[in-house]
């Protein structure tokens, strides 16, 4: 079974400034993983996600996120943030034996301020 | 364009009474799925069905039904013997036969609340 934690359920941060939002997961198993975007009264839309090949994944909107699997992170990244980025972010792993169940973390809302 | 299709967007139910959500999609996808979002608890899969006339219960079923007879629509029933429907649900699907490495795609979800 695998597990999915985001340790900052809310991230304030300024327009303008670089933001980090963190995932780690446990598994058994090798893992596919995603960053999925949530706006107010939304459903989730696909960020990014990381299969295979290059441990740096670039996504939509400028973000991109770094697989680490000694440390079993997803960490994802953006170098400057716009208010527009204000939503939830969800990081999920699906395992690649029986990619069709996926599990989600508890979310990190993003606050951007002007 | 393709996409999956949740009415209504909000739904309010009274004591006692089932309600069913809708979700439809023509994205030509298998394995279709519901989620339950609660504030600070994420996703929580309630059901699952990966082909037509076949489904699993996901980790909180109780109090939920749901029926697959076509490929296209997923409903799902809140009944009275849910106790605490009040949530947001989302739909989501992904194509089955496209390999194990397919993220899922959402609709736009149903806000449900007690009367």
């Known amino acids: 079974a695998q597990s999915v934690t985001q340790l900052d359920s809310q991230v304030p941060v300024f327009e303008e400034a670089p933001v980090e939002l963190r995932c780690n997961y446990s598994?058994?198993?090798?893992?596919?993983l995603f960053w999925y975007v949530q706006y107010p009264n939304q459903g989730l839309q696909l960020l990014l996600k990381?299969?295979?090949?290059?441990?740096l994944v670039k996504g939509i909107n400028g973000f991109e996120a770094e697989f680490n699997k000694s440390q079993t992170s997803f960490h994802l990244r953006k170098p400057s943030v716009h208010i527009s980025d204000t939503a939830e972010y969800f990081c999920?792993?699906?395992?690649?034996?029986?990619?069709?169940?996926?599990?989600f973390g508890p979310g990190t809302r993003l606050s951007v301020l002007p | 364009d393709g996409g999956i299709t949740q009415s209504p967007k909000y739904l309010f139910r009274k004591e006692g009474q089932n309600v069913t959500l809708s979700c439809e999609q023509n994205?030509?996808?298998?394995?279709m799925y519901w989620y339950r979002q609660d504030p600070g608890q994420g996703l929580r899969l309630i059901y699952y069905?990966?082909?037509?006339?076949?489904?699993q219960k996901g980790d909180i079923a109780e109090g939920y039904s749901v029926s697959r007879e076509k490929k296209e629509s997923f409903p799902l029933t809140v009944t009275s013997a849910q106790k605490n429907p009040t949530a947001f649900y989302l739909c989501?699907?992904?194509?089955?036969?496209?390999?194990?490495?397919?993220?899922?795609?959402f609709g736009d979800g149903t806000r449900l609340s007690i009367l």
């Open positions: 999920a792993v699906s395992d690649q034996n029986y990619g069709q169940n996926f599990v």
């Open positions: 598994s058994s198993v090798s893992v596919y």
């Open positions: 990381y299969l295979s090949g290059s441990t």
């Open positions: 994205l030509n996808h298998d394995a």
């Open positions: 069905s990966q082909i037509v006339n076949d489904f």
């Open positions: 989501a699907s992904i194509p089955r036969d496209r390999g194990s490495n397919q993220p899922q795609h």
